[in-house]
């Protein structure tokens, strides 16, 4: 089953604790607090319980979301990394030169 698992957890130890069992059942990092992959039901329902565990009595927000194959296919997805940017001289301000003129 293909599953999308985000989650927003202010503990930091229980958020790499989170990160590390999503690793450890194959699920690939997408973003930060985002991972997705594609694991059987039986082992969606263990790592949501064993998360549940680690989260008890924590301040949190997780979503583990089935995904069917006809969305997965229909799935869009994107990324990248900015183009470089010039290097600005320390003179210089972004405006272009500058009129030395006592007019305006």
Request: proline share 5%; hydrophobic share 35%.
């Amino acid at each position: 089953m293909r599953t999308l698992l985000i989650y927003d957890i202010v503990d930091d130890r229980i958020r790499t604790k989170v990160a590390d069992l999503c690793l450890d059942y194959a699920l690939q990092r997408i973003q930060y607090s985002a991972f997705m992959g594609d694991i059987p039901r039986t082992l969606s329902e263990e790592l949501w319980l064993k998360i549940s565990k680690l989260v008890c009595n924590q301040e949190h927000s997780i979503e583990l979301i089935p995904i069917c194959a006809k969305d997965w296919v229909e799935r869009r997805s994107s990324s990248g990394k900015p183009k470089p940017v010039a290097p600005v001289a320390d003179d210089d301000d972004g405006w272009g030169e500058r009129s030395n003129d006592d007019d305006g």
